[in-house]
């Protein structure tokens, strides 16, 4: 007779402005791993979907909505919860953290960022899961431009570079990526300015989500060359 418990376990990355990329952790404050960090996550209701049980312990334990969230892997082995045996699907999100203010709640006691670059002792398998999601972010916006939900509602196409250069982990052939970002009507101009360093003021962007719904539905593909 099995007697295995299905758990959602999520791996919320951020970005602050000109920093490196972070992910959400939560502060334990039951066993096993009482006061360790962690991913935010939990087990599954007899009467929930997978995506409404991440979405409630997001909430629950750090006060997150993600604007993006995708299902990433799942994670089995024996062993991986010294309680029972859990079965963990793991779900990737992406959150600009300047417009989510954390709180802990339900059986987290703290909420914090942390840099990828520097991550405490996890709990569980959490390492494995974050790094599995970091692969899958480096590749996914290489080929579609998801990094929009990261940045500001308004920003200067330099804040764009920056941020792909940070999660790809390599600089970018930015001739070639401003081309084709701008080719694909991904941007809007607006009227304002932003003063970088002693240049000229540049001109700050939004993005626009229905053309990117129109070019996700034909389905396209957008490939990043490297420097």
């Known amino acids: 007779m099995q007697n295995i418990k299905v758990a959602v376990d999520a791996v919320i990355f951020g970005y602050f402005d000109r920093k490196d990329l972070q992910v959400l952790l939560i502060k334990r404050k039951i066993d096993p791993f009482k006061g360790g960090w962690a991913l935010p996550g939990g087990l599954v209701l007899d009467n929930e979907n997978l995506d409404t049980a991440v979405k409630r312990e997001l909430y629950e334990e750090a ?30 999100g992406l959150v600009n953290p300047s417009y989510h ?69 390599q600089e970018i052939d930015r001739r070639n990526f401003r081309k084709k970002i701008m080719s694909y009507e991904l941007l809007n ?9 002693s240049g000229r003021p540049g001109k700050l962007f939004t ?15 957008f490939e990043i060359k490297l420097a």
């Open 101 to 169: 203010r954390l709180f802990a709640d339900s059986d987290a006691e703290d909420a914090q960022w942390f840099s990828i670059k520097q991550l405490p002792g996890l709990a569980f398998d959490h390492h494995e899961i974050i790094d599995t999601a970091l692969k899958r972010l480096r590749t996914k916006i290489q080929y579609q431009p998801i990094g929009f939900n990261l940045l500001n509602e308004e920003f200067p196409f330099s804040d764009l570079e920056h941020l792909y250069t940070t999660i790809i982990g």
């Open 63 to 92: 006060g997150i909505k993600p604007d993006f969230l995708e299902q990433l892997y799942t994670f089995g082995n024996v062993g991986r919860d010294p309680r029972n045996r859990v079965v963990s699907v793991a779900f990737l």
């Open 189 to 197: 101009e607006t009227e304002h300015f932003k003063k970088e360093g």
């Open 207 to 221: 993005f626009n989500q229905k053309k990117y719904k129109e070019l996700e539905e034909q389905g396209f593909y």
